[in-house]
């Protein structure tokens, strides 16, 4: 169902990152509900992927929806 469909865009994702060169990655922090860092969390050990690109591709994929 939707954990299909994000699971889908994260792998596209991680490849697109995987074939890309070096990119300048800055540290940015942010605010998380428990229960959404917790469902982050289980995503994370349920797929091998690291939280980190969980974020990454869900604020890629929101910019790209509204055009930005």
Do not use: W, Y
């Amino acid at each position: 169902e939707i954990i299909f469909h994000v699971l889908k865009h994260v792998h596209c994702c991680v490849v697109q990152l995987a074939m890309s060169k070096k990119q300048n990655m800055q540290r940015t922090h942010i605010f998380l509900p428990s229960a959404l860092r917790e469902r982050l969390r289980q995503a994370s050990v349920k797929t091998g992927l690291p939280m980190a690109e969980f974020i990454r591709c869900a604020i890629d994929a929101a910019l790209k929806k509204i055009g930005v």
